[in-house]
């Protein structure tokens, strides 16, 4: 059988772990006899449609091993979304042109959501078009929101981030605020799903344990009730410790810190909800605070990454590779949670016209009755996917990451504007 070369892009946010997927995708094609070259789409999809290819066969096995322990998108990612199929084909009809012009006959996109929508209309095109091409989704998310999967590469590493934070803040905050803060407040990522915020919950489990409070996007904004759990907290434990998700809302499904613009995928911009309840809190108790934000701090902790998160995320990149070998195609390799005690998981496809455009939020038995904090339920999901830590190496005290040659493919086509 002849060989085809391989295509592999980032999409969207990247993850303290989205390149140990990468790893997995080039180490399998490296060992499979039916793939000839692995090429990169530089910056993500862009890579594609301006044919910016990067040749990966180019690298070292020692590089490609050492993106296993890397944080970013070592090929480069993007925030942007394919128009309508049906109102701009030629967009589509472009990267087909592309992956003609380079022998691509497996095509192989990492990310979330909307990646799966991208990859799925790639296959479905293809097939029109009468262009041979298997197009695999490698699921990648912080938000731990893509339906199916158990769990999203990225999120258990981010867990284990907020979970390691909340718990680090909270003996700040209790040592001091006898005197000085009585209230901190951390934003953590999360548009539409709470499952970051929920995360930050396994820093503590015993009465009074930090966090207090978690705020997240499945339960409408009542200020009044948030204010009176802040003020019961300072008096029962002199202080209170809040997680709240950059996506916590009002009942109309206003966010709390709209900042009124879109990003390439339409999503609101939200501007910064921890100030903004910061200011509530000021204004109606007069507490002192203090307020951060996880941000990228949150992704690209890979010092911090969950063992569980990276293993996972390895895998699915090996097992996207072995499903397109198989023949399968328009598909996603999912995570399924074989057993939770001991916790044992395995990989199984999961077509991609059930993943595209769906989002998992956290079921309403995994928020207390209460609506600020997590049931035993959520503790016992959560709990597996923070395990076990995966150090990277180390030079003269920093993380040591990847060097890669990043060495660009020839151009064979005119140019194309975006």
């Not at 731990?144 to 158990?150: G, H, M, V």
Request: proline share 5%; with cysteine; charged share 25%.
């Amino acid at each position: 059988m002849a060989q085809q070369n391989a295509f592999y892009a980032q999409s969207g946010g990247v993850t303290a772990v989205i390149n140990a997927s990468a790893c997995g995708v080039a180490e399998a094609c490296r060992d499979s006899d039916q793939i000839g070259k692995l090429y990169a789409g530089h910056n993500g999809i862009i890579g594609a449609l301006t044919e910016d290819l990067i040749d990966v066969s180019q690298e070292s096995d020692e590089a490609i091993t050492a993106l296993r322990h890397t944080p970013g998108g070592a090929f480069g990612s993007c925030r942007y979304k394919l128009k309508d199929i049906e109102t701009h084909r030629t967009q589509y009809e472009r990267l087909i042109e592309v992956f003609k012009a380079h022998d691509i006959g497996y095509f192989f996109y990492n990310g979330g959501g909307d990646s799966a929508d991208t990859c799925l209309k790639v296959s479905q095109l293809s097939e029109k078009l009468g262009y041979p091409l298997t197009a695999i989704h490698v699921p990648k998310t912080v938000d731990n929101d893509l339906p199916i999967t158990d769990n999203s590469p990225g999120f258990g590493s981010v867990a284990k981030y907020i979970a390691t934070s909340t718990r680090e803040a909270a003996l700040d905050i209790a040592s001091m605020c006898a005197t000085s803060t009585k209230v901190f407040i951390l934003e953590v990522m999360g548009r539409h799903a709470g499952w970051i915020a929920a995360a930050g919950a396994l820093a503590g489990n015993g009465e009074g344990e930090p966090p207090h409070l978690i705020i997240f996007p499945e339960i409408a904004f009542d200020r009044e009730a948030v204010m009176a759990r802040v003020e019961e907290s300072v008096t029962r434990y002199g202080y209170c410790v809040i997680v709240v998700s950059e996506g916590a809302r009002y009942e109309d499904g206003t966010f709390l810190a709209d900042a009124g613009n879109t990003d390439a995928f339409g999503h609101r911009q939200l501007g910064g909800v921890a100030p903004t309840l910061a200011g509530m809190i000021k204004q109606d108790l007069g507490y002192k605070y203090h307020w951060a934000v996880a941000d990228y701090l949150q992704r690209a902790a890979r010092h911090l990454a969950s063992k569980t998160d990276v293993e996972q995320a390895y895998a699915v990149g090996q097992k996207a590779v072995e499903l397109a070998l198989a023949g399968q195609n328009a598909m996603m390799p999912a995570i399924k949670r074989v057993s939770e005690d001991p916790y044992e998981w395995q990989i199984e496809p999961a077509p991609l016209a059930e993943v595209a455009n769906q989002e998992k939020f956290m079921p309403r038995d995994f928020i207390r009755e209460d609506g600020f904090g997590i049931t035993e339920a959520c503790r016992r999901y959560l709990l597996p996917l923070i395990q076990g830590e995966d150090f990277p190496p180390f030079d003269d005290g920093l993380p040591r990451v990847a060097k890669l040659k990043l060495a660009k493919v020839e151009r064979k086509l005119p140019e194309f504007t975006l």
